[in-house]
Nanobody
Framework: QVQLGESGGGLVQAGESLRLSCTAS????????MGWFRQAPGKEREFVAN????????GYADTVRGRFTISRDNAKNVGYLQMSSLKPEDTAVYYC???????????????WGQGTQVTVSS
């Protein structure tokens, strides 16, 4: 069993930056591909970014490409989502998740964190 936990959320103004972290229990961190998703009130949970086990391949939603950067440190069992030039429409609960293959579909992710709130004021 893998347990994930997110941190780093908060309230920022438009144009500012935040870095989210995703920590994982156990020694299987490098066995999984990692994704970040977000869910705004009244909306479905949507894909934000993903990264493969090795950290060499990344993918981004069009809405965040060029502003967000996903990364991971397998030695420390931690993943990151660096968010820059934040916009009010980025306001959501952000979740990290693990999957056995690279995918953008939330249904393919097996393990999920509890989420961290990001609020961007205009």
């Amino acid at each position: 069993q893998v347990q994930l936990g997110e941190s780093g959320g908060g309230l920022v103004q438009a144009g500012e930056s935040l870095r989210l972290s995703c920590t994982a229990s156990g020694r299987t961190f490098s066995s999984y591909h990692m994704g970040w998703f977000r869910q705004a009130p009244g909306k479905e949970r949507e894909f934000v970014a993903n990264i493969d086990r090795s950290g060499l391949t990344e993918g981004y939603a069009d809405t965040v490409r060029g502003r967000f950067t996903i990364s991971r440190d397998n030695a420390k069992n931690v993943g990151y989502l660096q968010m820059s030039s934040l916009k009010p429409e980025d306001t959501a609960v952000y979740y990290c998740a693990f999957a056995g293959f690279m995918t953008r579909s939330r249904a393919d992710y097996t393990y999920w964190g509890q989420g961290t709130q990001v609020t961007v004021s205009s």
